[in-house]
């Protein structure tokens, strides 16, 4: 009997746990979403804008990006995994629902109920499949780069090649108060590469066909 009741009692705590765990996942509304962005189109929404720490690049386009990797990526930004003073800032200025309704907007963002033609992925050079192969990209960033397979993950195809050369290399950076990026799978894809081995692995993902988009947007809409 008091084996049954133990049983019970930890089935009882167990659902008590899956119940609480989903109703922490905040639920993210895309029209709310397009009312708190103004902090973002500033650099999000021009085309070819540059930032300039640590160096000049790109900044990523996210119209078309995954929501949950927009929210995951804002968390890292807040809890400090990502080290950068500017979206850390903008990243403690949101609460969890301006992070879930600012990651579904952008989610939809841009994208054409018009389906597009397939089109056959760009295959790499004999170089660079060598490289995608030691770092298993494919195995997380899925097919052409575009399909991850943890929505948590992001969809890397089309994607700036200097960001994610920048991106690369800030998984290598460690003891900056200011900028690297901490995260355990990454930071051991990364280090296995020279810079000039990430670049090139940089070049061949952002030659791909992309779901990802710069929408020109206006503070004065």
């Known amino acids: 009997m008091n ?14 746990t899956a119940l609480s765990a989903q109703a922490q996942e905040v639920k993210g509304d895309a029209k709310a979403g397009e009312k708190k962005i103004a902090m973002c189109i500033g650099c999000h929404g021009i085309k070819g804008y540059q930032a300039t720490f640590p160096e000049v ?8 990006q995954g929501a949950k ?7 890292a930004y807040k809890k400090g995994d990502r080290k950068h003073p500017t979206m850390r800032g903008i990243a403690d200025s949101l609460s969890d629902q301006d992070v879930a309704d600012v990651a579904a907007y952008y989610e939809q963002h841009g994208k054409s109920d018009a389906a597009l033609p397939a ?6 050079s004999a170089a660079v499949a060598e490289l ?3 770092g298993a990209c494919v195995s997380c960033h899925g097919d ?22 920048v991106a690369l290399k800030s998984y290598k950076t460690e003891g900056n108060s200011t ?14 590469f020279s810079n000039n081995e ?13 779901e990802l988009k710069t929408v020109p947007q206006s503070k004065f809409r």
């Open 3 to 16: 084996k049954l009741l133990t049983t019970v009692f930890a089935f009882a705590v167990a659902s008590v």
């Open 57 to 64: 690049y790109k900044v990523p386009m996210i119209s078309g």
């Open 69 to 75: 990797y927009i929210t995951s990526a804002l968390g």
């Open 119 to 124: 089109k056959a992925a760009r295959e790499p």
């Open 132 to 134: 995608l192969k030691k």
């Open 144 to 165: 052409n780069f575009s399909k991850p397979i943890d929505p948590s993950y992001p969809r890397i195809a089309g994607q700036h090649s200097d960001y994610l050369f």
């Open 179 to 192: 900028w690297g990026r901490a995260n355990g799978v990454m930071g051991g894809v990364a280090k296995q």
């Open 198 to 210: 990430l670049k090139l692995l940089a070049g061949y993902v952002a030659s791909l066909d992309s």
